[in-house]
């Protein structure tokens, strides 16, 4: 498939969406040079689960509704 630039800048969102869904490559022309847009391989999976925090909060969670929070204000409750 070949473009212009200007061509490529009225649809640039679907000849993306043409090449990430096809893989075709799309040719465009800038003046006399010639580009190509291509799809690259897929990324590799991540090889690492995301990190937990399983106990983030220590202690017993109920306490923390009777804690006193400062109302920022620079006096005291």
Do not use: F, S
Not at 16 to 21: E, P, Q
Not at 32 to 56: G, M, S
Not at 58 to 70: I, K, Q, S, T, Y
């Amino acid at each position: 498939m070949k473009h212009t630039a200007t061509g490529l800048r009225a649809h640039l969102y679907q000849v993306l969406d043409h090449v990430a869904a096809t893989g075709e490559a799309v040719h465009v022309m800038r003046g006399d040079v010639e580009l190509c847009i291509v799809r690259k391989k897929k990324a590799p999976a991540r090889k690492k689960k995301p990190r937990t925090l399983p106990r983030l909060i220590v202690g017993n969670p109920d306490a923390l509704v009777h804690v006193e929070w400062p109302t920022g204000d620079g006096q005291d409750p």
